[in-house]
């Protein structure tokens, strides 16, 4: 029996990276995952690959039907344990680049989203679930070409302690991971040689001296997200190798 067995928990952005790796050892627990994404073929393939207890669905979290598509899909198979908001997606460029259009793009992703997906799945909690959202240390870095993202990060950082307080009457539990130089393919957007060049100008700031793998931050994930963190809500944690620290 692991610590997952016979609950069920849904993490949202879960085909890939941090989240894959929770879902795989949630049900290596004995638990069921529930996962969304936003590529139709990694959403497919997770499913056949995890087998029965692993659920998954295309969900756009910048959509505004978002949280009430996930709502509709949970409904029908009772309440929920856990639920990590996880989906979310990083660019960086210079201060004069942000135009309204990448701002309203940001935001409706990382930030609207998961207001709306928790907004309308919190009926569904159980008392006592646990609530997990993935903020980032970029929320505290001030790194020159990352202003509108470690806005958004930030955003949620904020909204989480209010939902902590929000929620604490149903003794659900609200806490943020913040994740930082971890490789799970989350900068791909930046192409090969400049991806390299981030890389090892982070890791040159790392106490560590290393990028942190996915299932290093899946672990602390999945400890906020079991019953052994029964009294931690409102609380942050930095899976960083140190980087915050310098």
Not at 120 to 144: D, H, M, N
């Amino acid at each position: 029996m692991g610590r997952f067995a016979g609950k069920r928990i849904l993490i949202t952005g879960g085909t890939r990276g941090m989240g894959h790796a929770a879902a795989k050892s949630i049900i290596a627990e004995g638990g069921e995952a529930w996962v969304t994404g936003l590529d139709p073929q990694r959403v497919e393939a997770i499913a056949a690959t995890l087998g029965p207890a692993c659920r998954a669905l295309r969900n756009d979290a910048a959509a505004a039907d978002s949280g009430q598509a996930l709502a509709d899909w949970v409904a029908g198979a009772g309440l929920l344990d856990g639920l990590w908001l996880n989906a979310g997606y990083a660019e960086l460029g210079a201060l004069e680049q942000v135009d309204a259009q990448a701002f309203d793009r940001m935001l409706a992703t990382n930030v609207r989203g998961p207001a709306l997906q928790l907004a309308a799945l919190s009926p569904l909690l159980k008392p006592g679930a646990s609530v997990l959202v993935s903020a980032s240390s970029s929320a505290y870095e001030a790194a020159a070409m990352a202003s509108l993202y470690a806005a958004s990060k930030g955003a949620l950082v904020s909204m989480a302690r209010c939902w902590a307080s929000a929620l604490s009457a149903r003794q659900i539990r609200v806490n943020v991971l913040l994740p930082g130089p971890i490789a799970t393919g989350f900068r791909d957007f930046l192409g090969p040689q400049a991806q390299q060049d981030f890389d090892r100008h982070i890791i040159g700031q790392v106490p560590l001296g290393r990028m942190g793998s996915a299932d290093e931050a899946a672990a602390v994930a999945l400890f906020l997200l079991s019953d052994a963190a029964s009294f931690v809500t409102g609380s942050q944690y930095p899976v960083d190798g140190g980087l915050m620290m310098r």
